[in-house]
């Protein structure tokens, strides 16, 4: 089992920045991947972001150049770096993590409104 502790959601302005963060416990030793998926209320679910074993990353068009995802190996721990954030990026963020099966976090809420 793979268990999730996830942070860094909120309430920001239009044009603001928040970080998120996912930290990984248990059996973590056959994770190829990690990142975040959102979810908003009428939409799709969309792959946010991933990075790889390998330090390989991919992002969403809709989220290039404004976020990045990076890693702490040491601490089994992801971020992810938002800047720049617009209302249409609001919507519940969950972390998962890839190996012979797939885990979610709870999600986090990050709510971007003047």
């Known amino acids: 089992q793979v268990q999730f502790v996830e942070s860094g959601g909120g309430l920001v302005q239009p044009g603001g920045s928040l970080r998120l963060s996912c930290a990984a416990s248990g059996d973590i030793f056959t994770i190829y991947a990690m990142g975040w998926y959102r979810q908003a209320p009428g939409k799709q679910r969309e792959l946010v972001a991933t990075?790889?074993?390998?330090?390989?990353?991919t992002y969403a068009n809709s989220v290039k150049d404004r976020f990045t995802i990076s890693r702490d190996s040491a601490k089994n721990t992801v971020y992810l770096q938002m800047n720049n954030l617009k209302p249409e990026d609001t919507a519940v963020y969950y972390c998962y993590a890839a190996s012979g099966y797939n885990y979610w976090g709870q999600g986090t809420q990050v709510t971007v409104s003047s």
């Open positions: 990075i790889r074993s390998g330090g390989s990353t």
